[in-house]
């Protein structure tokens, strides 16, 4: 699953917040399923900075977007 496809918060850690209370949900019914979860504000690479990931999950995966050349 992907969390979100280009998510837009006015604070990083709204966005964060979010991350961590789906992730927990998801966790309870699909331990092993692959999350793709990526940072706030259309999933700039310039946002990863900001972007908490859950701990010791190994099925996730990280996104980003870059449009420019």
């Known amino acids: 699953y992907e969390l979100l496809n280009e998510p837009v ?3 990083h850690e709204q966005w ?3 991350v ?3 992730h927990k949900a998801l966790r309870q019914l699909e331990p092993q399923r692959t999350l793709v979860i990526g940072s706030n504000m259309w999933q700039g690479h310039e946002t990863m900075k900001y972007l908490k ?3 010791g999950d190994k099925n996730i995966v990280l996104s980003f977007h870059f449009y420019n050349p």
């Open 9 to 11: 918060a006015p604070e």
């Open 20 to 22: 961590a209370k789906v």
């Open 16 to 18: 964060n917040q979010l």
């Open 53 to 55: 990931v859950p701990e």
